[in-house]
């Protein structure tokens, strides 16, 4: 059974973090909260430690890990040759949830983080148990969402007890995670720079500090070329439907599908009286929703998408994924 640590108020305290990062120093696992969901971290020095990740995850190893510093000084010791841009996003979003793609110094991360690629992502998380953690571990993590492949990221540490008990040493709870979605994936070594994964931190606001992104051959800001952007993701275990919210038409949509005898579950900004079971649908609680879709007798989801939710490309990125890009017809 996995190990649960509850921190509370006093997260500076480092008697929270004397136990993990003893684990990690040995090459164990502990799973963590940042700003934007849970990660499971190894050391990333040790190609040991880091293929226990891909393990507990039952993750492809050609999708490479997201490694997490404590300070823009930290990522500078790790990586090579880092354009001035990369400097000014550091200093304009870290601590934040914002990942530059760089070149990765050689001979200092383990293979299997990288994938095998001569690059690496980096980020220094904004939240004080992963900056204690890997202050008290005094080494780079890597850390990828705390979830089985293929499932809802976690945004609580019972999303990954319920995923992970006792296939991991150690998980830190540190309570609800604030933002709910992973980090903005930007690749630096390429030029004009690009967008990878949309998250919080948005192409606007990348763009009002280094100037113009990569634009895709479609017009948009975001360049899927991710590693791990071919494999399905967030989904749960019903099928999930987008569907427009204008007029009557998702009243209808229920309608149409309880004569057919089937269980709907609704995840809108707005209640839905008609629907069998009904979420919220908001980024920060987005893949809570769809986990607790799994716990229902729901035979299909219908995710109600209104104008607003058009704006923000990372949470229509994750329902696209979530969906699998079906529209509800
Ligand atoms: O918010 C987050 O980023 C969370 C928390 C835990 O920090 N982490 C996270 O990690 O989402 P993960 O491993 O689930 O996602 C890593 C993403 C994948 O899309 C992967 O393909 C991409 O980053 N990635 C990692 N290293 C890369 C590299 N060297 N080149 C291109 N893409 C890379
Ligand atoms: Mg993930």
Known sequence: ????????????????????????????????????????GADATNAEAVERIYLAKGRPSDNPLIVHVD?????????????????RCMDAFWPGPLTLILEAKEGVFADNVTAGLPTVGLRMPDHPIALNLLKQTDRPLA?????????????????????????IDLILDGGATALGIESTVLDMTAEPPAILRPGSITADMI??????????????????????VKYTHYAPDAPVYLIEQKGDIVDRAIEHL?????????????????????????????????RKCDETSADLILAAIQPEHKKDAALMNRLEKAADHKWFS
């Open 71 to 87: 300070s823009k000084e930290m990522a500078l010791r790790y990586a090579a040759n880092v354009p001035e841009k990369a400097i």
């Open 143 to 167: 850390a990828p969402s705390a979830n089985v492949s293929g499932k809802p990221s976690p945004t609580c540490a019972g999303h990954v007890e319920h995923d992970l008990n006792g296939k």
């Open 1 to 40: 059974k996995t190990r649960i640590v509850e921190v509370g108020n006093d997260a500076g305290n480092p008697e929270y973090y004397e136990e993990a990062a003893e684990i990690l120093q040995r090459g164990g696992t502990v799973s963590f909260p940042t700003e934007t969901v849970y990660g499971l």
């Open 258 to 290: 309880h004569s057919k005898g089937k269980k709907v579950a609704v995840l809108s900004a707005d209640f839905s009286k008609a629907a069998d079971y009904y979420f919220p649908l908001s980024a920060d609680v987005l893949y809570s929703g769809l």
């Open 207 to 228: 763009e009002d500090v280094i100037g113009q992104l990569r634009v895709s051959c479609e017009g948009k800001r975001t360049v899927p070329r991710s590693p791990g």
